[in-house]
């Protein structure tokens, strides 16, 4: 199996090469930069290996002056991808789902990805939420779309946790919508982008008429942030 990773990734580092065993000698040969060469090899048979045994991938931020010093942590087994900060702390966590969606839409032309990425708000309203195993809770939402909302949460579920829904829009408070979603990213302390830790979930199952309150709400409080 490693054998197999390692060939797949020496096809994308030397694409105009076959894979093969004679062919990678004679790259190794031909490289104009042989120590360029052996540090991929290196990192190549590295990556195979902690592929091959299961284990977490590291990827330390060096090129990003705004987020030098963190890293990337890569869970081949739960699918994971976490952001570490310059200590090594958890910041957050996207399912390898959430990105690949993000990295689908942002392939598209610019008036398919307006159509696909759902409109949503920052708005203040009360959400319930059931886990698998039963455990009920009640908090607070900060915001809402067509495709998810954020529950605010000083412990955030993992991601990828399946929850049974139940949230009132301020409209009318004593309303309750049910819905299903699944914990897409989790947010662990407040940042630039999130007022209070929690997660994002986004919707897997809700029935069209809520979805539809929930886009015109979202749509009648963006008309009235806009400037006249």
């Not at 008036?111 to 990425?117: D, I, K, L």
Request: proline share 7%; net charge neutral.
């Amino acid at each position: 199996m490693a054998r197999i990773i390692l060939d797949w990734l020496f096809l994308h580092i030397f694409p105009s090469r076959t894979p093969t065993a004679p062919s990678l000698y004679r790259t190794c040969c031909d490289a104009h930069d042989s120590t360029l060469f052996l540090d991929k090899l290196k990192c190549c048979a590295i990556l195979a290996l902690q592929i091959e045994c299961g284990g977490l991938v590291k990827y330390p931020v060096s090129s990003s002056l705004r987020h030098k010093g963190k890293a990337l942590d890569l869970d081949a087994n739960r699918e994971v991808i976490t952001l570490l900060g310059i200590n090594g702390e958890p910041m957050g966590n996207l399912s390898w789902d959430f990105v690949i969606d993000q990295i689908l839409a942002y392939r598209k032309p610019q008036a398919s990805r307006e159509t696909r990425n759902e409109p949503r708000v920052t708005l203040i309203f009360r959400v319930k939420y059931t886990t698998p195993d039963g455990q009920q809770f009640e908090s607070r939402a900060g915001g809402i779309g067509g495709g998810g909302l954020f529950i605010e949460s000083q412990c955030p579920l993992p991601v990828g946790t399946k929850l049974a829904l139940e949230f009132s829009l301020p409209e009318q408070p004593s309303e309750w919508l049910p819905a299903k979603g699944l914990v897409a990213w989790v947010c662990p302390k407040a940042d630039q982008y999130t007022f209070s830790p929690g997660m994002g979930v986004r919707f897997t199952e809700i029935n069209p008429d809520i979805r539809n309150r929930v886009l015109e709400l979202v749509k009648s409080l963006q008309t009235v942030g806009q400037p006249a």
